[in-house]
């Protein structure tokens, strides 16, 4: 009981407020492009999307937000267009002002545009990347976790950037 008491303080203790301002918050307008994995890769040939973020850095090395966009999935054959809709909050580690970073998209994303794909689900989105001041190009893995019965999960690997629009 008294370590918790004492884990409880620390951690309160610690906690900050973060003043949003335009030093520390602005928004990230990208596109990216896809290849389709797993059973998606029977039914599109490519995706290709744009997405707005609005993130704040609360430490000088974090950075958390939240998402939205649109990805479109290029029909294989006879297959009917569709895209998805991702609604979402994200984190990104920034060891350093400049170079590498690591980041996760995660929320729910509706299915837009055929009745075979209407079915939402929640997705992940894993990436990888190099930053700068202005720009961000990163790798990325995409999830959106369906049941068999509403046409099974939704992935595709690619390719993105994003420019930071900043306010100062």
Request: glycine share 16%; net charge neutral.
């Amino acid at each position: 009981m008294g370590l918790f008491i004492f884990m409880a303080n620390s951690t309160f203790g610690q906690q900050r407020n973060t003043e949003i301002s335009t030093k520390n918050t602005w928004i990230k307008a990208g596109i990216d492009v896809g290849l389709p994995i797993g059973d998606l890769a029977d039914r599109s040939t490519f995706t290709l999307g744009a997405e707005v973020k609005g993130q704040l850095m609360s430490t000088p090395h974090w950075g958390l937000g939240v998402t939205s966009g649109y990805t479109h999935y290029f029909p294989k054959d006879e297959n009917e267009n569709f895209g998805s809709v991702p609604v979402g909050i994200f984190a990104r580690y920034y060891p350093k002002t400049t170079g590498f970073f690591l980041g996760a998209d995660g929320g729910y994303s509706f299915q837009t545009g055929s009745h075979m794909n209407s079915s939402g689900g929640f997705y992940v989105k894993p990436q990888l990347g190099y930053h700068n001041k202005f720009w961000n190009i990163f790798g990325f893995y995409n999830n959106v976790f369906r049941s068999d019965g509403k046409g099974g999960n939704i992935q595709y690997a690619g390719i993105g950037t994003t420019f930071n629009i900043m306010f100062d």
